[in-house]
């Protein structure tokens, strides 16, 4: 088991979670990933190479860093684009945000377990289907005393799924 986390792999995000079909305020976090992988050594002695490992971590958390993440389908509430603006609402809150300023994740909810799950998706694409990997398990810190873990056994050359969202395009109906 190798196990490869903070330092380079802290992002700053800003967030809104649903409670209750009402966002909370928007707020932001630095969030720390760790990466768990589990798996058989190789002729080397190597579950995987670091360098491996560092590059696919560095690659999925790059677009999130100093961005706001907001669901593509809200739990409750809808998505759109106007012109070079990201509509989202539920309950009683509309944020319009610049599109450049925006992640939309493929949740109904950007909670901590969401996003986490997320970035293991994401992870997992970036993974090579030689390697004798097991399991891949991911912790999102958003707190030193909050986090979440989301974890997946991975089948050789099976875990290649990318995760697909979208926004709607044009005026709200």
Not at 13 to 18: D, V
């Amino acid at each position: 088991m190798i196990e490869i986390g903070g330092g380079p792999f802290v992002f700053s995000a800003a967030h809104a979670g649903l409670h209750e079909g009402e966002f909370e305020p928007l707020h932001g976090h630095t969030f720390s990933v760790t990466a768990r992988l589990i798996g058989g050594l190789d002729e080397a002695g190597m579950v995987v190479d670091f360098h491996l490992v560092k590059d696919a971590l560095a690659a999925v958390i790059a677009p999130l860093r100093r961005r706001t993440l907001m669901p593509t389908r809200p739990l409750g509430g809808s998505c759109w684009r106007e012109d070079d603006q990201i509509f989202i609402e539920c309950g009683l809150k509309r944020y319009s945000l610049p599109v450049q300023d925006v992640v939309l994740l493929p949740v109904v909810n950007t909670t901590t377990e969401a996003i986490a799950a997320y970035l293991l998706q994401q992870f997992l694409t970036r993974i090579d289907d030689d390697l004798r990997i097991e399991r891949v398990e991911l912790t999102l810190s958003e707190a030193p005393d909050t986090a979440a873990t989301a974890a997946a056994d991975v089948p050789s050359a099976e875990h290649s799924v990318a995760a697909t969202s979208s926004c709607e395009t044009g005026p709200r109906r």
